[in-house]
């Protein structure tokens, strides 16, 4: 048995949010809760809110014990990049580059099988 969880549009760069996606992997869900809840980065409570949900569909749609459950894969994508075009970054030489607003998509897999 497999459930799945997603968030969408999360305003965290995907490199940092793979930081904390690593951490957790392969990862019993209580121990990665009580893991996230004490990493010190902006990224992860939008991760704890993941799983959580994760947890929550396993437990609601096929009825398991949320403490047999393990995460068996995070998946952290690219989103789409809010690119402003009033405001910019100096560069070297006199030159100016855009400010890059990146996203991600995150997606965690959790399965009650060893």
Avoid at 7 to 21: G, Q, S, W, Y
Avoid at 36 to 54: E, Q
């Amino acid at each position: 048995m497999e459930a799945k969880a997603t968030a969408r549009h999360v305003r965290v760069t995907p490199r940092k949010m793979r930081l904390i996606a690593q951490q957790v992997k392969k990862d019993n869900v209580s121990n990665a809760l009580t893991k996230l809840k004490f990493i010190n980065k902006a990224a992860a409570p939008h991760m704890l809110k993941v799983v959580k949900s994760a947890v929550a569909n396993a437990t609601k749609n096929f009825g398991v014990d949320a403490d047999t459950l393990r995460i068996k894969d995070i998946v952290v994508d690219q989103g789409p990049t809010l690119k402003y075009a009033k405001r910019f970054i100096a560069r070297a030489m006199g030159r100016a580059s855009k400010i890059n607003k990146r996203s991600c998509h995150i997606t965690v897999i959790v399965t009650d099988t060893k």
